[in-house]
């Protein structure tokens, strides 16, 4: 089975400082992707990688960037937290096809104060 | 940008009951897929099922796909308690590895 495994799945920080949010798979996925999920507007993309360095915008990247130095894993950097980015962060991978069904981590609740 | 939309956004039924969602997208798709959330956790791919498959079959699953109405159905027959969870579509517009989720159904199943 695959496992996507995110470093933690509580955690609070104050506006300003710089977060780190990661990600580690174990299936030599080449498709890594980052998610944040708030009630009522299910899951929306933030950034996703298809191969160590590569990176793509998804649909909400503004205060976010990634890194992707390993292929199994996928670091979510937030520059300076803000309040409104109080939220559930979800991890996934994928194999490199194109539709393939992804796999998700179980999350981080992340808590700016 | 939200492609799918669950219908309805919460249900409630008995155990034994069979629960019905649906999921309507706008665009073109290459395959409809849907995940189940359980309270506090990650999603859990269920099935896939193809632009040229009509219908699919997976245990106590069964999902429809009608491209002409850009819409899914999955039914869950005889629910459990443990069904409860959240259950979203996602769809594969072909364009590069990503989907795009709904928003999601609530399911309550109770004894």
């Known amino acids: 089975d695959v496992k996507v495994t995110q470093s933690s799945r509580y955690l609070v920080k104050r506006t300003g400082e710089k977060v780190f949010l990661e990600c580690v798979q174990d299936?030599?996925?080449?498709?890594m992707f980052w998610y944040r999920q708030d009630p009522g507007l299910g899951l929306r993309l933030i950034y996703f990688s298809y191969d160590v360095k590569m990176k793509e915008k998804g649909d909400i990247p503004e205060g976010y960037s990634v890194s992707r130095e390993k292929k199994e894993r996928f670091s979510l950097i937030l520059e300076s937290a803000s309040t409104n980015q109080t939220s559930m962060y979800l991890c996934a991978s994928s194999l490199g096809q194109y539709g393939q069904p992804q796999h998700f981590g179980d999350g981080t609740r992340l808590s700016i104060l | 940008s939200q492609q799918g939309e669950e219908d309805p956004q919460a249900l409630s039924i008995q155990e034994g009951e069979n629960a019905t969602m649906n999921c309507s997208y706008k665009?073109?798709?290459?395959?409809l897929q849907w995940y189940r959330q359980n309270s506090g956790r990650g999603l859990v791919h269920l099935i896939l099922?193809?632009?040229?498959?009509r219908e699919k079959h997976s245990g106590r699953l069964r999902v429809t796909l009608d491209t002409s109405k850009k819409s899914s159905s999955l039914l869950i027959t005889a629910s459990r308690a443990a069904d409860t969870a959240s259950y979203f579509c996602?769809?594969?517009?072909?364009?590069?590895?990503?989907?795009?989720f709904g928003t999601g159904t609530r399911l309550q199943v109770t004894l």
């Open positions: 665009t073109s798709i290459n395959n």
């Open positions: 996602a769809t594969d517009a072909g364009t590069a590895s990503k989907l795009t």
């Open positions: 099922i193809r632009s040229n498959e």
């Open positions: 299936m030599d996925h080449e498709n």
